[in-house]
């Protein structure tokens, strides 16, 4: 079994940058990539980004292009997640989590993850 803790969650200012962490431990060996997602209040759990465990690739959602940056720590087994120029559009809950199921070694499609970090909220103010 994999356990995950993240960190970094707050409340910034619009224009802001924000850094989430997520630190994996035990069964890190079954881990074939690592991903963020956010869920806004009364919506959906929506996929941010992810990048595999060995860190050689990572993939997008078009809304976070460009504004966020995923990263992996292998010494630390850690990923981490950097956001800037932050919106009061953004403000969700953030989990990190495992995948993928199916053995790929990327993957973006919710389902594929498991277990989940504990969700940090990060809060937006104008």
């Known amino acids: 079994q994999v356990q995950l803790v993240e960190s970094g969650g707050g409340l910034v200012q619009a224009g802001d940058s924000l850094r989430l962490s997520c630190a994996a431990a035990g069964r890190t060996i079954s881990i074939n990539a690592m991903g963020w997602f956010l869920q806004a209040p009364g919506k959906e759990r929506e996929f941010v980004a992810a990048?595999?465990?060995?860190?050689?690739?990572?993939n997008y959602a078009d809304s976070g292009k460009g504004r966020f940056t995923i990263s992996r720590d292998n010494a630390k087994n850690t990923v981490s997640l950097r956001m800037n120029s932050l919106t009061p559009a953004d403000p969700a809950v953030f989990y990190c989590a495992t995948g993928c199921r199916s053995g790929r070694r990327l993957c973006w499609v919710r389902d594929e993850y498991y277990p989940w970090g504990q969700g940090p909220q990060v809060i937006v103010s104008s």
């Open positions: 990048v595999s465990w060995s860190g050689g690739s990572a």
